[in-house]
């Protein structure tokens, strides 16, 4: 008898839960599919428009593919990434003070490894 009494219990709490549901989804604004307006961002034609008509969005600079780059500073960043000596990077603030003490640091490490590199010379074949 008690199995009986807990198994209407479950299946009551179960029918509650169902109703329930159904009748709180009928509040729901997810269904968007078939609403009476338009769009949800009507109203923004005339952006549209504007948007549509750009012949060019991009920057003329922007098609420069000749690139500025200094050939001996990326090959030795580069072999510093690959012997595992990379430089921590400048502390960035908005005090002059702070970034002038921490490029004469920065500048201070960089003469130091430098300086503890092996020479060009030791490394060549005969």
Known sequence: M??????????????????????????????????????L???????????????????????????????????TAAERYRAGRVIPPVNATTSSVAYTQAQQAAQSASNNQASSAPSAAGNSKP
């Open 41 to 75: 961002l009507s109203g923004e034609a005339m952006a549209a428009n504007r948007v549509t008509h750009v012949i060019d969005p991009w920057p003329p600079a922007s098609a420069n593919r000749d690139i500025a780059y200094n050939g001996e500073k990326m090959q």
């Open 2 to 39: 008690s199995s009986l009494s807990a198994t209407s219990r479950a299946a009551k709490a179960t029918a509650l839960a169902v109703v329930l549901g159904a009748v709180l989804a009928g509040c729901s604004d997810v269904y968007t599919d078939r609403r009476e307006s338009i769009s």
